[in-house]
């Protein structure tokens, strides 16, 4: 997408999409005061379906994430890089076992709780990831040639800008703030009358943004000093870049590093999807945790088997031109959580109303935001038609019903 150029697009939906919206989401969280689909249907009885959506996408984001997760899990070993990987895609048990081994992690730890799994394993895991980081980046930037890869990330090449690209930086940032999954809505449900809902949302953007730039660094330099294609997806990450510390001093030892951090990283989202659909269940059905969340999980891994298995031997299955793993893909960045978004401005705007949000945002006036009034007419007219006008236009097959 131009390199610096989608960088750029980035960073401009982080502050004008991004932030808006992880303050929207957290109002509604703690004004529901539930999950997802009970905050939505405590503030209007008949938006609770924007909920259900949120619940559903939070449930194929996972069944296909968890993929990603059990190959973070096997390739952070000590192993060759792209023959390994072929290898491990062909073989039909070596990816489903990795694939519930990486379920498994992330079932103990929301069956745990809020403080006791969730907190408790980000407050280890999240200051790892960013030492973590910081070595990978000395490493990858100090490389001979890595001074192209700096310029590839940061020299905007405006020309490759197109709606697809506008529509791929806007999924990003929704999938990487969690937003239109109900994972926002659902933390928002735990923050207590006091907090700060503006600077906890900025400064939730904020750090998530400084990583997301760290591991371009980490990443990027090292792809362009041994002379491989900066290809997206998974063949960067699980056949590339191991190739890449394959021919690196100590390679192996930065490899482990690296996918250790990743690993962490894929932790923390999966624990976050897993959260919306066991909180659901536990308000709706009235189950313990503890059953939810290896129930939710359970049917979770029965739809992403598929997933796991169309880069092997289902590869050459396809639905619309789209392998299974594709097919979640697309669906959850380029449908369900643009669409969400949409939803989650109107809701706001027109349907619970600016003022009852307002307070919300501010409790009850009590803290500063003087954004406010920005923030509102952002939520209410700017942001619906900006997303919707992407979303249209970044879709091919919306585009030929206009025809």
Do not use: H
Not at 76 to 92: C, D
Not at 100 to 120: C, S
Not at 376 to 396: D, E, M, R
Request: aromatic share 14%; glycine share 10%; charged share 10%.
């Amino acid at each position: 997408g131009g390199g610096g150029a989608f960088v750029l697009v980035y960073l401009i939906c982080i502050f004008l999409v991004g932030i808006p919206l992880i303050i929207a989401e957290i109002s509604i969280g703690r004004a529901g005061g539930k999950d997802a689909f009970g905050s939505y249907k405590a503030l209007n009885s008949k938006w609770g379906g924007v909920g259900i959506l949120a619940v559903i996408t939070s449930f194929i984001g996972l069944s296909y994430y968890a993929v990603l997760g059990g190959f973070v899990s096997v390739t952070g070993l000590p192993k060759s890089s792209e023959e390994f990987f072929v290898s491990f895609t062909s073989s039909t048990g070596s990816q489903i076992i990795y694939y519930l081994v990486f379920m498994i992690i992330t079932v103990a730890i929301v069956v745990m709780g809020i403080q006791k799994g969730i907190e408790k394993s980000c407050k280890v895991m999240m200051p790892l990831l960013i030492v973590c980081l910081i070595v990978i980046v000395i490493r990858s930037c100090t490389l001979p040639g890595a001074g192209e890869g700096i310029r590839f990330f940061l020299k905007p090449d405006f020309s490759k800008l197109t709606p697809g690209v506008f529509l791929s930086a806007l999924g990003q940032v929704f999938f990487s703030l969690s937003l239109g999954t109900g994972a926002t809505i659902t933390y928002g449900a735990y923050l207590g009358k006091d907090q700060n809902i503006p600077k906890s949302a900025a400064s939730i953007a904020f750090f998530d943004t400084i990583v997301a730039m760290i591991a371009g660094f980490a990443i990027l330099p090292a792809v362009f000093a041994f002379g491989f294609s900066p290809e997206s997806g998974p063949s960067l990450m699980f056949q590339t870049l191991p190739a890449v510390f394959d021919e690196m001093t100590g390679g192996k030892i930065f490899g482990v590093v690296f996918f250790v951090l990743v690993l962490f990283a894929a932790i923390s989202t999966s624990i976050a999807f897993l959260e919306v659909v066991v909180s659901f269940a536990v308000n709706t059905f009235k189950v313990s945790r503890a059953k939810a969340s290896v129930i939710s999980a359970a049917l979770i891994t029965c739809l992403g088997i598929p997933c796991a298995l169309s880069f092997g031997i289902w590869s050459d299955i396809k639905i619309a031109g789209r392998t299974f793993f594709d097919l979640g893909d697309y669906l959850v960045s380029n449908v369900s959580l643009p669409i969400g978004g949409i939803l989650a401005c109107i809701f706001i705007g027109w349907v619970w109303k600016s003022k009852n949000a307002e307070k919300e945002v501010t409790n009850d006036g009590r803290i500063s935001f003087k954004l406010v009034n920005v923030w509102s007419v952002l939520i209410k007219f700017i942001l619906p038609i900006v997303i919707l006008i992407i979303f249209i236009t970044s879709n091919p097959w919306i585009m030929n019903l206009f025809k």
